[in-house]
């Protein structure tokens, strides 16, 4: 299962992690299923490596990303960071390991409190952590603004005063403030324009680099994640399908899935190859999921092996390139195009 | 208006009372949608994209906003050409969604939750084509499965609830050409779709109108969408047109500097980022819709920037066969 085989410690362990939601009914609203938004994700994160996490909608690459800070509680699964065990931990001593981990959200308009300047947005974690003096946060918010790009006397006007690439860049500036080793970016640029975007993308580069921050990036955006990431994990209806180094994942992608999902990205080059791999149907309901692969029942190339509980092994195919698919022989034939 | 124009949009002003002023969300926008054509209008947010799509439906709320000047001229099925921006509400109510098919980016809220997907689809062929219940009901299940959805006959009792995002959006389409409409508009209607879902919509979008002929106005920020859809391309910047030329020309040689900069800054699937690389980026934000700079609406955030262009706004020259941008420097554009 583990596909760990770096000698140095991980930043981040993930194992097995589990999410699952009670689905209610009935008159008593009593819980009538389950829905497993996250199912058994393993993964490692090193010190200042940005991994990718893509999907659809109903991947549960959000879910993951918030059971990984506990901001909702996983199920199941352990998650160690910095080599502490913090699934178990209590209010007290999350907190002090919750300094060390931030999030930028992906909706800069909801994400920030309306009604806080823009200095209390930033300063409420120094309070929260008790870091530095009343004069001290006060240099320290300046300095964070124009680390993100904006000027200092930002810090007196309101969240509603700034457009919406502005406003990430205060959310960022707040992940920042308790300087974290780890962020969790949950579609951080895709509520902006495009021109925007690209800015905000140089930006968390930067500072990633800048800072040797651990990043998981959340996006759907093929293209963005690619460019930020150093590795990526792809994500359907709960599960680990592939995950790889970038270069060997958009080069050489192994999981139907993926392919599917590389050749649906739209290009805006009008020369640019239009041998689409249409997928038939919708996502399964996550209440009810396919036995085996659950990609499968939207898998052209889906064999009768492929419903057995063996095909959902994750297996490492290439040096860290690990895949949940049985069928070893649709990619080389994919790549000749056969 | 030419006999093989179907919407031809001449000089369209709509403005929107503020209490800081009065924005001029659409500028002076003229362009025209041929038959068997899809044209595409590019643009980010506050670039009047919208504006220009609900102008041409009439369905801008007023006040506060106004059809302030500009021809709508469509030509309806009857070949008869009409003012959209001068006939009654009366009129109108008998083009929209009968001869001007119509698809929305959030399906949900443009379908009713309280009645059947087939109920909804045969209320505009009732209401229109004055078909009676039982051929209205056959008509909504042949449209049902033209658009791909399969066990038609199940789902036609179905509600909008029930579906799926992609579904919802098929029976949009399958509401929105029911009536066999000769222009159909589309606001952006892949933009809350997964990727694999877009990719199914697009591709029956495509094929829809290889059968039917349909004329369709299709309205998105995304570049990658316009290259698989469009024919000719239209884009917007602070709501006027800074260029427009056919779907190949635009963006493999684009002339005017917004057009480059928004085709640089999105990063490309083999795109890596490798030691140092930066994405390309435009400088600064969309200006403020009351308080536009004079001049090159774009000049501010321009790299080829120079006096003249703050000083006078500069005219969409032709750059090329069916192209023309709005930039006295497209020259020096690469």
């Not at chain 1, 390991?97 to 974690?125: C, N, T, W």
């Amino acid at each position: 299962m583990s596909t760990d085989t770096v000698t140095e410690q991980p930043l981040l362990s993930v194992r097995n992690l589990e999410k699952r939601f009670p689905v209610r009914g009935g008159l008593l609203q009593r819980p009538v299923g389950w829905v497993k938004a996250v199912d058994d994700l393993s993964f490692d994160l090193k010190r200042g490596e940005v991994l990718g996490l893509v999907g659809e909608s109903g991947s549960g690459k959000t879910t993951a990303g918030r059971s990984i800070l506990r901001l909702i509680e996983p199920t199941a699964g352990s998650i160690r960071f910095a080599g502490q065990e913090i699934t178990g931990l209590a209010t007290a001593e999350m907190r002090a390991q919750r300094r060390r981990m931030q999030i930028v959200f992906q909706d800069p308009y909801a994400s920030l409190d309306p009604r806080q300047r823009v200095r209390d947005v930033i300063g409420e974690a120094l309070v929260i952590h008790n870091i530095g003096s009343r004069a001290d946060r006060r240099d320290r918010i300046a300095a964070l603004l124009e680390k993100v790009g904006l000027s200092a006397d930002a810090m007196d006007r309101f969240p509603h005063e700034f457009s919406g690439g502005q406003r990430q860049r205060i959310g960022i500036a707040r992940a920042l403030a308790v300087e974290p080793d780890f962020i969790v970016a949950d579609e951080p640029v895709s509520a902006l324009d495009v021109s925007v975007q690209a800015q905000v993308v140089n930006l968390l580069g930067d500072l990633q680099r800048e800072l040797g921050l651990a990043v998981l990036f959340i996006a759907h955006d093929l293209a963005v994640v690619r460019y930020i990431s150093d590795r990526v994990a792809v994500m359907y209806l709960g599960r680990l399908m592939e995950i790889a180094p970038s270069d060997s994942l958009y080069e050489r992608p192994r999981h139907p899935y993926t392919m599917a999902l590389l050749s649906a990205a739209p290009d805006p080059d009008p020369d640019a190859p239009k041998s689409r791999m249409l997928l038939d149907g919708d996502v399964p309901s996550p209440m009810n999921p396919p036995s085996g692969c659950v990609f499968r029942t939207r898998c052209p190339f889906a064999l009768p092996a492929c419903a057995e509980p063996e095909a959902r092994a994750l297996r490492e195919v290439a040096p860290g390139h690990s895949v949940a698919c049985i069928r070893d022989d649709v990619a080389p034939a994919m790549a000749t195009g056969a | 208006m030419d006999a093989d124009l179907t919407l031809d949009i001449r000089n369209l002003q709509t403005h929107f009372t503020a209490d800081s002023g009065v924005s001029k969300a659409v500028d002076g926008v003229s362009f025209a949608v041929r038959r068997n054509e899809t044209l595409a209008v590019v643009g980010e947010s506050g670039s009047g994209k919208s504006v220009t799509s609900l102008s041409a439906m009439r369905l801008i709320p007023t006040p506060p906003g106004i059809i302030a000047g500009g021809e709508i001229l469509f030509r309806g099925r009857d070949g008869q050409v009409r003012d959209l921006a001068r006939i009654s509400e009366r009129a109108m109510r008998s083009v929209r969604g009968n001869e001007i098919g119509m698809i929305f980016q959030e399906p949900m809220t443009s379908l009713n939750p309280v009645y059947t997907v087939g109920d909804q689809i045969g209320e505009a062929l009732r209401y229109h084509q004055g078909l009676d219940r039982w051929a209205a009901r056959a008509e909504a299940l042949a449209m049902l499965k033209k658009v791909g959805i399969p066990a038609a006959e199940r789902r036609l009792d179905e509600y909008p609830h029930q579906m799926s995002g992609g579904m919802r959006q098929r029976v949009m389409i399958a509401m929105a050409l029911a009536c066999r409409p000769t222009l159909l508009i589309a606001d952006e209607p892949t933009t809350a779709l997964d990727v694999t879902i877009q990719a199914q919509i697009l591709d029956l979008m495509r094929r829809l109108q290889e059968e039917t002929g349909t004329s369709i106005l299709f309205i998105t920020h995304n570049l990658g969408v316009v290259a698989e859809v469009a024919h000719r391309v239209v884009v917007m910047y602070a709501g006027r047109i800074v260029e427009e030329g056919d779907v190949r020309s635009l963006l493999k040689s684009p002339k005017h500097p917004y057009t480059r900069g928004l085709l640089a800054c999105m990063p490309h699937l083999g795109q890596r980022r490798g030691d140092g690389g930066r994405l390309y980026a435009i400088p600064g934000s969309v200006p403020s819709p009351v308080n536009r700079p004079a001049g090159c609406t774009f000049a501010p955030r321009c790299a080829l920037a120079e006096p003249a262009c703050l000083a006078a706004e500069p005219v969409l020259e032709p750059v090329g066969p069916d192209h023309s941008a709005r930039c006295r420097r497209w020259r020096d554009v690469q």
